[in-house]
């Protein structure tokens, strides 16, 4: 089974870190990549789609709101999960207007909350089965 790419698109290199290594130790079978602007992520996604992507609204270059709508229009079934630090009701509404699917606000959503989220869009996928660290083969 191929593992589940995950793709987390941050400019601030010290959050985006924090967030690949709350998720590597809970999902250990788990594909990390990052990326720090649009073109960047871009790049990526078209070489390897991934399966989840976290994106922050406020990027170099183009916002995270116009990737999501074209990430969503190339690529329909990846999961974009928006983690802002803004927590206006009209960014939530553009995210979700742009195709993302869930909305998160930093400093508001714990790390917990954030990993409940994954464990259901992995369940979601199929992919809980293949290796969760909560899971015991015995």
Do not use: C, W
């Not at 870190?17 to 990526?44: V, W």
């Amino acid at each position: 089974m191929r593992p589940f790419k995950t793709l987390i698109v941050e400019d601030n290199v010290s959050f985006r870190q924090t967030l690949l290594e709350i998720l590597a130790g809970r999902f250990p079978f788990m594909s990390i990549e990052e990326a720090g602007d649009g073109d960047e992520a871009l790049q990526k996604i078209d070489l390897s789609t991934p399966d989840l992507i976290f994106m922050d609204i406020k990027l170099p270059g183009e916002n995270g709101l116009q990737l999501t709508r074209k990430i969503k229009a190339k690529y329909s079934e990846v999961v974009v999960i928006v983690l802002t630090s803004y927590d206006f009701p009209e960014y939530r509404e553009a995210a979700f207007q742009n195709g993302a699917n869930h909305f998160m606000v930093k400093g508001l959503s714990t790390n917990e909350e954030i990993l409940a989220l994954v464990e259901s869009i992995l369940e979601d996928s199929g992919f809980a089965a293949a290796g969760s660290a909560k899971e015991n083969p015995s």
